[in-house]
């Protein structure tokens, strides 16, 4: 039984190159979803209301192409229910409701900090579970993806620390890593597409009965917001925060997952970081720090020291 723990949780293919990009690709779509998001919501949505719309428009977006590829197949997905409502339920909604529930406690940069404490979570799950130490090329690689997490997104100044956002942030630390276990496992029966689609609409539907019971606020402006100086349609906003920074983001991340294995590509995901404060940049006129710089190149020194030992691994 101990030697099947690690097909279990987690798929372990060679590293490839194609998988690197399709990673960094996921996190720069992943990442453009602040810029899209900010002028929905400074023109008066809140959080609840712009996920779950983001959410339900992916999913009905994704729906046509899914129910084409499921023609005469409907049974791959009544035989992986499973893992279709866990990544729905953990790694869409509980992780987008705990990160929110900690922004409301905590400044946004230590919510973030939390939320991607998952790769340290995957990696000593991995520990636990296979009870083999990681080697050091991973835990220097977690330290210094870590270290570069912390200068990119600044935490300057007195930072308050309330024990409930905490853990609320370290509750969207846990959805995020049961997204990339979910993701990363190999499964021929179960398109990325399907994953996400199935996934998204599970999502939603959590999103809005939490709406509907009043833990979260659900509030929508429908009028002319403000995007990189421009007056833009609400829907202009929210149409890239669908299409870019979810459909995208979300099938292209489901097929690095499975590409790389869990671990790998939970460390590639700490770019979305970075991705978030250059699009911030480009976008919005918000000027990356030297500092955030400076945070960004230990990220990906981390990443390639974590893709070092996985080359290791199966060489």
């Not at 400044?107 to 083999?132: F, K, M, N």
Request: proline content about 4%.
């Amino acid at each position: 039984m101990a030697s099947t723990a690690p097909v279990t949780l987690q798929a372990t293919p060679r590293p490839s190159l194609r998988g690197i990009w399709i990673a960094l690709f996921s996190s720069a779509v992943f990442g453009i979803s602040g810029s899209f998001a900010k002028p929905l919501l400074e023109a008066g949505w809140t959080s609840g209301a712009a996920v779950g719309a983001r959410m339900s428009g992916a999913a009905l977006v994704l729906l046509i192409p899914t129910l084409f590829m499921l023609r005469g197949r409907w049974g791959s997905v009544l035989a992986n229910w499973r893992p279709i409502l866990l990544f729905g339920v953990f790694g869409v909604g509980i992780c987008q409701f705990a990160y929110f529930q900690a922004v409301e406690r905590l400044s946004v940069g230590v919510a973030l900090l939390l939320e991607y404490l998952a790769p340290v979570l995957i990696v000593l799950t991995l520990w636990v579970r296979t009870r083999r130490r990681p080697r050091g090329l991973t835990i220097a690689g977690a330290a210094l993806s870590l270290g570069g997490l912390v200068l990119v997104l600044d935490l300057t100044g007195a930072q308050r620390v309330d024990p409930v956002g905490v853990l609320w942030g370290l509750g969207a630390a846990v959805g995020l890593a049961v997204y990339f276990f979910i993701t990363a496992k190999a499964n021929d029966t179960l398109p990325p597409l399907v994953l996400a689609t199935g996934g998204l609409f599970v999502g939603a539907v959590l999103m809005l009965l939490l709406g509907a019971a009043r833990l979260l606020p659900m509030r929508a402006v429908f009028g002319q917001v403000e995007f990189s100086g421009f007056a833009l349609p609400w829907w202009a906003a929210l149409g890239g925060l669908v299409l870019m920074a979810t459909v995208l983001a979300y099938v292209s991340g489901i097929m690095a997952a499975r590409a790389l294995g869990t671990k790998l590509a939970s460390f590639v995901s700490l770019t979305e970081v970075l991705f978030a404060v250059l699009w911030a940049w480009l976008l919005l006129q918000e000027l990356p720090a030297a500092i955030q710089l400076l945070g960004g190149a230990l990220i990906v020194l981390g990443v390639l020291l974590v893709r070092a030992d996985e080359l290791r691994s199966v060489g």
